[in-house]
Structures are given as C-alpha cells and as structure tokens.
C-alpha cells in the first residue's frame, strides 16, 4: 500500500497543535502525557471493551476480541447521538498498556483532526480513509512523543526501553518517533555520517 504524502506543513502543524494541547493541560513537550487525561480533557469518553458485554451473544463476541484475537478490534470511535458529533471511544482492554495508550491517542488524534464519522460497512467492506488514518496515527505520535522530547531522548543516549516506558509507549513507537522526527539522525550526526538510521516506512504502535 502506497504511503500518504502528507501536505507541506503539515508535520509541523502537528507538532505545533500537539504542543498546543499538552499545554492546556499543562503539560510541556518533555512530559509523559496520558491519553485518558486527554480524552476527559477534551470531553470524550472512554470505555473499556469489557464493559460493554450484556447478553450472552455479546458477551462471546466480545471474549472472543478479547481473548482469542484482539487483533480483530483495538479501539474504534462512535456517536451515539448521531447527528450530533458527541465522540466516544471503545478500546480493547486486553491490549498491553502501551498499545491501549497508543490506540486511544489515535482515536483522540481523529477528532483533534476534525475528521469527519464514515459509516462502519459499506457494500459489505469496511469505509476506510487511509489518507485520514495516516493523519491520526501521525498526530498521535507527536502527542504521546513531540519532537523535543524525541531529540531529547536521542541526544542523551537514552536506551529505547527505558525512554519509551517513560513516555507510556511500546519500544517500537519510540523508536520509530527517534526516527521519523530525524532526532535520532539529528544526534548521530555528532558521531559521524557513517551512524545515520534508516528511517522506517510506516508509524508503528
């Protein structure tokens, strides 16, 4: 799949709306932001895919996103009160910590991207914008990791599984931020031409 070419800008309207938003919260671009603290910020619910099992229907399905493939579902956003845009956020809370952090940033990202609801199933297949996907997973990576705190991370030599449970996120989120903010690239610099990485193709979780 081809990747999304992002407009000019807006990389750095991420970082700055990112910024922005941590700010309101008090948060500056070094701190470990926490999605749920966000998401009430914002006025969004969150709810735990556990929570949901009614009936015993229900409740199989739900066990088996839970326990037999939680690939199926990792979080996904609803409005209830549709035609209103009143966001809540359903995430599978058999997910590790830090994917359940990254996935509810995501979620959070769309509507920080005012991205507007698409219907779940059409025609039989699943109404999907990569373009707007692509977006979310961007912004959400500089929500949970900003740039400075990527630079920051990388200049002192910090080791990735240490920096990425600082910051409440998976080893290959952190290190896929070192890369594609250019911090780590930015930091070899000072070791020679020769320590520059390979930037990865894709956000990673």
């Known amino acids: ?17 990112a910024a922005a938003v941590r700010a309101e919260m008090g948060l500056g671009t070094l701190e470990r932001l926490d999605p749920r603290a966000l998401a009430a910020d914002l006025g969004i619910a969150v709810h735990p895919l556990s929570s949901l099992a009614g009936n015993s229907a229900t409740a199989a399905a739900i066990d088996h996103v839970r326990t037999v493939d939680p690939s199926v579902m990792s979080a996904m956003t609803i ?7 009143h966001r809540v956020i359903i995430f599978n ?10 996935d509810l940033a995501h979620e959070l990202s769309h509507g920080l991207r005012m991205h507007e609801p698409r219907h779940a199933i059409v025609a039989g297949c699943r ?18 990791v900003p740039r400075d705190a990527a630079l920051a991370v990388a200049m002192s030599g910090t080791p990735i599984q240490s920096a990425a449970a600082e910051y409440g996120v998976s080893d290959r989120m952190m290190s ?18 020769e320590c520059l990485p390979d930037r990865p193709a894709a956000p990673e979780r």
Do not use: I
């Open 1 to 17: 799949m081809a990747r999304t070419v992002f407009k000019r800008g807006f990389k750095s309207e991420c970082e700055a709306l």
């Open 79 to 85: 409005f209830p009160d549709w035609p209103l845009r």
């Open 176 to 193: 896929w931020r070192l890369n594609a903010t250019g911090a780590r690239a930015q930091a070899a610099l000072n070791s020679g031409p």
């Open 93 to 102: 809370d058999a997910n590790t910590a830090q994917r359940q952090a990254s």
């Open 127 to 144: 109404d999907y914008s990569k373009a707007e996907e692509d977006e979310a997973a961007w912004l959400s990576g500089c929500l949970l």
